[in-house]
């Protein structure tokens, strides 16, 4: 069974721009969540979708959204970006039939920001 | 809200030997699991073992253990016949259950792991 997929692996951007990101989950996978991994931050939770709703959000500035299609697939998309928006975006992917399951990552997507 | 803390930035250990990770965590919840992670330098989180707090038992995973102490909040992770293949950045999770709850994951700061030859 193929894993967690996320395109672009990498992203250069400038201030200002906006991004998507994609992450493809698990086949039978209906729960996407979105992780920032920065060096100073650390790991922090950014969303989590299930069935194509918003299930949880973490504490980021309204610039950072997301969605999720009716095939379970996710994007994540920031607008206006900042330098402080360079990081790793991790998507992590469940069955989320039962809440608090395991959850499986994707290679993740590096953003840098100039 | 959670917190869940590794004291211990780096470690390293000689190949073939064992080490032991530290994690503690604070939570007013009573039913959580938790998790280790490991992130070698492909920078791919991979699941190393769970532990559901309402077990007492502690989970094990071929080489990997933990000792799942609830009453003090800590969850260690012991590597036992330390491989060099086990390098990498290690990191503790928390997650609650129940109720609406979701998936969210809560992560420690990490311990970078470094097995020498």
């Known amino acids: 069974k193929a894993g967690v997929t996320q395109t672009p692996r990498y992203l250069i951007k400038t201030r200002g721009q906006q991004v998507t990101l994609s992450c493809s989950p698990i086949?039978?996978?209906?729960?996407v969540s979105w992780y920032q991994q920065t060096p100073g931050q650390g790991l922090q939770f950014l969303f989590e979708?299930?069935?194509?709703?918003?299930?949880n959000k973490g504490n980021f500035p309204g610039r950072f959204s997301g969605r999720q299609f009716s095939n379970s697939r996710s994007e994540m998309n920031v607008s206006t970006l900042e330098l402080g928006d360079s990081a790793l975006y991790l998507c992590?992917?469940?069955?989320?039939?039962?809440?608090?399951?395991?959850?499986?990552f994707g290679p993740g997507t590096r953003l840098l920001v100039l | 809200a959670q917190t869940v803390t590794q004291s211990q930035p780096e470690m390293s250990v000689q190949e073939a030997e064992t080490v032991t990770l530290s994690c503690t965590y604070d939570?007013?919840?009573?039913?959580?699991?938790l998790f280790w992670y490991k992130q070698p330098p492909s920078r791919q989180m991979i699941l190393v073992i769970r532990?559901?707090?309402?077990?007492?038992q502690n989970a094990t995973e071929n080489r990997f253990s933990v000792n799942f102490q609830k009453a003090a909040k800590s969850f260690s992770l012991k590597i036992s016949d330390s491989q060099l293949g086990d390098t990498a950045m290690y990191f503790c999770?928390?997650?609650?259950?129940?109720?609406?709850?979701?998936?969210?994951?809560?992560f420690g700061g990490g311990t970078r792991l470094m097995v020498k030859p």
């Open positions: 992590a992917s469940s069955f989320g039939k039962q809440t608090q399951e395991t959850q499986y």
């Open positions: 086949s039978g996978h209906r729960s």
């Open positions: 979708y299930f069935s194509e709703t918003q299930r």
């Open positions: 939570t007013s919840e009573n039913n959580y699991y």
């Open positions: 532990q559901e707090a309402y077990k007492q």
């Open positions: 999770a928390f997650m609650k259950h129940g109720g609406n709850a979701g998936n969210m994951l809560t």
